[in-house]
């Protein structure tokens, strides 16, 4: 999934990375493959803390203009300006605004390619299983007993599982 996201990334990093004079472009490389990271690790981060509802929330309802309001995507705009100062010297403000223009607009492609049936580069259940770092995870169940939990079924979704973590 590293891949893809690199490759995502890639095809959105123009202004941001590839045509911006703060990152030198014997770095471009190396910062579109830091902002891949920083959306997979984030995404990590989150399933780790049993915060899979808003993962799955992210994926199922979008986002689109609200998407940097996310707290997801808030969190991983935060960890990507933090890694684009410290390992590429980019001034802390130049950062924030790189990753502010730049992840929204990756993660609202990715949600897009996760829920289209006809782009099969991405799919919710191989992104849930990698975060999870669960293989095993019986994504197409857990997925229908949220569906037919009643009123809260992303609080529920977040109640199973914690049961995997």
């Known amino acids: 999934m ?14 941001a990375i590839i045509n911006n004079p703060a990152i030198p472009n014997q770095h471009n490389d190396a910062a579109i493959s830091d902002i891949a990271n920083s959306i997979l690790s984030g995404l990590q981060s989150h399933a780790s803390s049993g915060n899979l509802q808003n993962i ?3 994926f199922q309802n979008g986002g689109g203009n609200s998407l940097v309001n996310h707290p ?13 100062s410290s390992k590429f010297g980019v001034n802390p403000s130049t950062a924030s605004s790189i990753a502010s223009s730049l992840l929204p607009t ?6 897009s390619k996760t829920n289209d049936p006809n782009d099969t580069s991405f799919d919710l259940s191989s992104v849930l299983q990698t975060v ?17 939990s009643g009123s809260n079924p992303l609080g529920s979704l977040g109640n199973l599982a914690s049961k995997f973590f």
């Open 72 to 84: 997801i995507v808030s969190s991983i705009i935060g960890n990507a300006t933090a890694s684009l």
């Open 132 to 148: 999870s770092g669960n293989s095993g995870l019986d994504v197409s169940s857990l997925l229908g007993q949220v569906t037919n």
């Open 2 to 15: 590293l891949d893809q996201l690199i490759q995502l990334v890639k095809q959105h990093a123009g202004d």
């Open 106 to 111: 990756v993660i609202n492609k990715f949600v």
């Open 56 to 58: 799955v929330s992210l």
